[in-house]
């Protein structure tokens, strides 16, 4: 089994900064593409970074210039680092990964359970 633990969420004032990581753990042999999601109530849930297994990313138009997203391949891990947040990137932040498990052929996505980026005075 393979498991993803978000960190690095909470309130932060406009203009501020915060980091994300996600750290997968668990029966992994290789991890291809990684990303970065978030989910606003009432609204489809919008991806904000990806990086491939190569480095090489890819950002939405509303955060480009701004968030930076990056892997640690032998830790397993991934970071957002976002700078100059605004209110309206509020949103629950969640982390997805293409795993190939041991024993596998395949590789499947596993999302992490989210964590919470509140941008407010």
């Known amino acids: 089994q393979v498991q993803l633990v978000e960190s690095g969420g909470g309130l932060v004032q406009p203009g501020g900064s915060l980091r994300l990581s996600c750290a997968a753990s668990g029966n992994i042999l290789s991890i291809r593409n990684m990303g970065w999601y978030r989910q606003v109530p009432g609204k489809q849930r919008e991806l904000v970074a990806s990086?491939?297994?190569?480095?090489?990313?890819n950002y939405a138009d509303s955060v480009k210039g701004r968030f930076t997203i990056s892997r640690d391949n032998a830790k397993n891990t991934m970071y957002l680092q976002m700078n100059s947040l605004k209110p309206e990137d509020t949103a629950v932040f969640c982390c997805n990964m293409e795993i190939r498990q041991r024993g596998s052929w395949r590789f499947e996505g596993s999302w992490g359970q989210g964590t919470q980026v509140t941008v407010s005075s």
């Open positions: 990086i491939t297994s190569g480095g090489s990313t």
